[in-house]
């Protein structure tokens, strides 16, 4: 039932929907600037493609990825195993959750395609595996946090908030969230609070004058090659985090009440006897 949403999504017709041109400058967008902001109007899936074959995409098996219409009612399945086996994207036309979808396949080419292969390593006839069920999480949600000090993580996956955001608040000028997942960056255009993404760590150095518009080299390969080894093999290897308290990516969370706020800042669920 989880996923009933995203299967209505990949079926309902295309509703064209308001362009803004500066959807691109939220603060969660960082690691997507180098692509977002060469689109000052709703791109074609002919303009789609030629970034994608201008950076050589491809999917998994090799087939170089483009983008194409929608043209009939798809489950997430079928999507998915379209994608695998010819390399075409189905894209609704002035559809912000699709066009973010693509602007994915351009800033993380490597790890879309390896989140597509784990879909289409699911037996044809059988229920969707826990590995999938991630993958889906991730590819709509997911978000990768990088940086030296893996206490960072730790703190944010046990909720402990005051260490992760108050205590050691300084931390987080040696790390740096990407925001993978479309579904997400989708809601930055009507941020709330209780915005979350599932994220993995990615252990990195510590982050130094490097580009805001871009993720850094070899990070995309690099988790990409972690999908395909199976190590994410349910939705509880990814934890939760509530975006607008990454400091910076709203002013008000300067301010240590913020995360006061337990409808957010949720204490992690006790284990069951």
């Known amino acids: 039932m989880r996923f009933c949403r995203l299967s209505a999504l990949m079926s309902r017709p295309s509703i064209p929907e308001i362009w803004t041109s500066d959807f691109y400058t939220h603060p969660l967008f960082e690691g997507h600037g180098a692509i977002c902001r060469g689109f000052d109007e709703w791109p074609s899936h002919e303009q789609l493609t030629v970034h994608a074959n201008q950076q050589q995409v491809r999917n998994q098996a090799g087939l170089a ?43 993380y080419p490597r790890t879309k395609a390896a989140i597509n292969a784990v879909h289409c390593a699911q037996p044809q006839h059988s229920v969707r595996s826990p590995a999938s069920d991630a993958a889906t999480v991730f590819d709509e949600s997911g978000a990768i946090l990088i940086g030296p000090d893996p206490r960072l993580a730790q703190w944010l996956r046990d909720h402990d908030w005051q260490q992760a955001f108050v205590t050691n608040r300084a931390l ?44 850094p080299a070899g990070l995309d390969a690099l988790v990409a090659k972690r999908w395909l080894a199976g190590e994410f093999t349910n939705a509880a290897a990814l934890f939760a985090l509530p975006l607008l308290g990454v400091p910076g990516v709203d002013p008000a969370n300067e301010d240590p009440a913020y995360y006061e706020n337990t409808q957010v800042f949720r204490s992690a669920r006790l284990p069951q006897a």
């Not at 040696?174 to 579904?183: M, P």
Request: with cysteine; net charge neutral.
């Open 172 to 215: 987080w000028q040696q790390h740096r969230l990407f925001v993978f997942g479309h579904a997400v960056l989708e809601k930055t255009l009507h941020p709330y609070p209780g915005m979350i993404a599932k994220v993995l760590y990615q252990p990195w150095p510590a982050i130094a004058n490097t580009p805001a518009d871009r993720p």
């Open 65 to 107: 990825v483009t983008f194409v219409p929608q043209t009939e009612r798809l489950s997430q399945r079928g999507y998915e195993q379209h994608i695998g086996l010819t390399g075409e994207v189905p894209t609704r036309s002035e559809n912000w959750h699709d066009f973010l979808n693509a602007c994915a396949w351009l800033t």
